[in-house]
């Protein structure tokens, strides 16, 4: 009788791990840009005392942060719960101002060859969300074709 307690996980995975660790395990590339892209907000904010700053802190950390809210919202789109338009509508909204925030800027050659790191980021964060949408549109097609 000991070694079927033992052996039965109540949390219902074998590693023992419970269910938050295992979304972070699936996710943890985006919770860590939700976090810097936070830490980077706050700290573009703090900057804002010094006239000299550019903002680009701000900035950046904004398009971190939108860029791992769409990104998450498009893996959840694979599931059935996650679909609705209402999301969809939401991804296109934000990836609309991931380009608005990078590339709606005056001086935009000037800021590009000054400070390339909010347009490295916004086109990662794009890059990152076209996969994702992109993946989820063929795996929904082909479980859709299994059936």
């Known amino acids: 009788m000991p070694e079927i307690v033992g052996s039965i996980n109540p949390r219902g995975n074998s590693d023992g791990c419970g269910r938050w660790q295992m979304k972070i395990r699936e996710e943890w590339g985006s919770l860590a840009s939700l976090i810097i892209g936070g830490l980077a907000f706050v700290g573009g904010v703090a900057q804002l005392t010094d006239h000299h700053t550019k903002g680009s802190g701000i900035i950046a950390g904004a398009l971190m942060v939108v860029g791992a ?3 998450r919202s498009a893996k959840k789109r694979r599931s059935l719960e996650g679909r609705s338009i209402v999301r969809i509508i939401s991804e296109i909204i934000g990836a609309l101002i991931i380009l608005e925030l990078a590339f709606g800027q005056n001086n935009l050659k ?38």
Do not use: K
């Open 110 to 147: 000037e800021r590009i060859a000054n400070d390339p790191v909010v347009f490295v980021i916004a086109i990662w964060a794009l890059i990152a969300y076209g996969y994702a949408a992109f993946r989820s549109l063929s795996s929904s097609d082909n479980q859709g074709a299994s059936r």
């Open 69 to 71: 809210l769409i990104y």
